[in-house]
């Protein structure tokens, strides 16, 4: 609730007479309850009259008098027009329905102003009301049509057919004021009836497409969600081979967490990790691939090309483990992430079925990154040759030697990142082996076994 000097007059009124406040809000930000809006619409229905008194006709009144509310409820649609539009925004009030409040009070202020200027009028017969029913049928012809093109170019081609009509009209008929009378009238009932069902079916159908857009990309990466929607030969099962960086993270000790702690605590907690790290990989232009228990992936590189996608890995892993370190701090006994990462050629693309598909890598990268992840301690982030030669420039690493891994023939270089700087000596991008660290070097580090928590197999690594 904001205090009342936070409050405009008109927002400050309605809260004293019981609105709700972020109604209360809304039509404050609403033309139709702005001075400036009273006044143009003032001096337009006082334009209107006095060319009624000039002419000895109300033509002129009757044609603007249904045009005052479109300029409204093109303010009210949306942003580009209405400034204030973010408040409506931040009210608790579906998209349809926020549009419809708005509008009708504009179209509900400017009828009253109307109604009074109509009694000011050279002869008081039923032309004093034959403005009301276009006034509606273009508010809602306006509406309608709006949810096709953009709001301006709406009220701009509704309020240009309805001048030219009136125009023809005058011209073509013998009658005057051929457009109110009867079979006007009967015509814009038509355009009401017609158009205030098509209104609310396409705003219906506008609403579940955000919400089914917003849902969608929560469920799948912002980058990949993008793609997929611009071009939907992306949906298609394939891919192709690209450079990418992958990086596969878990939790050591989440097994022993698991069994000391309910359901409930578990969740909280991986909740916890993930809401941390998954704007960090997004931030450094990342690709959240899966979650897969304790366990995620990432991928940098696709479905957009990053020249600099490894740089963007560990610049992103560091800044992981950094955030992990701060929310262990705060909830000691939490297990702790260990990191790994690779990067080279992979087939990337929708790997599953015709029913369900999921986007991933797939390839020698992607497995070597998954091994390192178990080779890293907690805390630590392990890269693996390829990233390893894409950022020697950058990284100051600590050599682990060649690390045998499951699965592969052949030992793998593995290397302990420990921080990043903006350039480095090729000669000093790796950091120097002495002592102590050449005898605990001079040994590949063998993986531990690893049994990994239920439901965490890595799928996306061979």
């Known amino acids: 609730m904001r205090n009342e000097a936070g409050r405009g007059p008109v927002e400050a009124a309605l809260v004293r ?19 400036s809006w009273f006044g143009a619409t003032v001096v337009a229905l006082g334009f209107s009259i006095l060319a009624a008194y000039g002419k000895r006709d109300p033509l002129i009144f009757l044609m603007v008098t249904p045009l005052l509310p479109l300029g409204g409820v093109a303010a009210a649609f949306g942003p580009g027009v209405d400034p204030t539009h973010e408040i409506g925004l931040s009210c608790p009030v579906r998209t349809s329905h926020l549009l419809l409040i708005r509008a009708t009070a504009v179209l509900s202020a400017t009828s009253f102003l109307s109604g009074l200027a109509s009694l000011a009028l050279p002869r008081l017969d039923w032309t004093a009301a034959a403005w009301l029913l276009p006034s509606l049928g273009l508010t809602i012809a306006a509406l309608a049509l709006a949810t096709v093109v953009r709001p301006l170019w709406a009220v701009g081609a509704v309020a240009f057919l309805w001048v030219t009509g009136v125009v023809a009209s005058e011209i073509l008929s013998r009658v005057p004021d051929a457009a109110f009378r009867g079979p006007g009238q009967a015509a814009f009932f038509a355009v009401v009836v017609v158009a205030a069902p098509l209104f609310a ?18 469920y799948v990466s912002p980058g990949v969600a993008a793609a997929m929607l ?27 967490y698991s069994e000391l702690g309910s359901p409930d605590q578990v969740v909280a907690m991986l909740n916890r990790y993930f809401s941390d790290v998954v704007p960090l990989i997004l931030e450094h232009g990342g ?15 696709a479905p957009d090309r990053q020249p600099d996608h490894a740089l963007r890995g560990a610049r992103a892993a560091l800044a992981m483990q950094a955030a992990v370190r701060r929310v262990v701090e705060r909830n000691p006994g939490f297990p702790s992430f260990r990191i790994g990462l690779n990067s080279g050629p992979a087939l990337v693309g929708n790997i ?9 890598a797939i390839g020698d990268p992607v497995n070597i990154a998954a091994r390192l992840q178990e080779t890293a301690q907690p805390g630590e982030v392990v890269i693996g040759p390829g990233t390893r030669e894409a950022i020697r420039h950058q ?26 700087v903006e350039q480095l000596p090729a000669e000093t991008a790796v950091s120097r082996v002495t002592g102590e660290e050449r005898e605990r070097t001079s040994e590949p580090r063998v993986p531990k076994k690893v049994v990994p928590p239920q439901g965490s197999s890595r799928s996306g690594s061979c």
């Not at 959240?288 to 590189?301: H, L, N, S, T, Y």
Request: aromatic letters at 8%; charged letters at 25%; a positive charge.
């Open 230 to 256: 611009a071009d939907p030969r992306h949906t298609a099962l394939g891919g192709s081979i690209v450079d990418v960086s992958v990086l596969f993270a878990d939790l050591r000790g989440f097994t022993s």
């Open 352 to 360: 599953g079925s015709d029913q369900f598909r999921n986007f991933t």
């Open 17 to 35: 007479v019981g609105v709700p406040d972020h109604v209360a809000r809304m039509l404050a930000a609403t033309p139709s309850l702005r001075v």
């Open 395 to 420: 990284a100051v690493v600590r050599p682990l030697g060649a690390v045998p891994m499951r699965g592969k023939e052949e030992a793998v270089e593995a290397y302990v990142l420990e921080r990043l």
């Open 287 to 301: 690709t959240v691939d899966k979650f897969v228990g304790d366990a995620m992936m990432a991928i940098w590189g």
């Open 201 to 218: 079916k396409r705003r219906e159908h506008l609403d579940m497409d955000v919400r089914a857009s917003r849902l969608f990309r929560q």
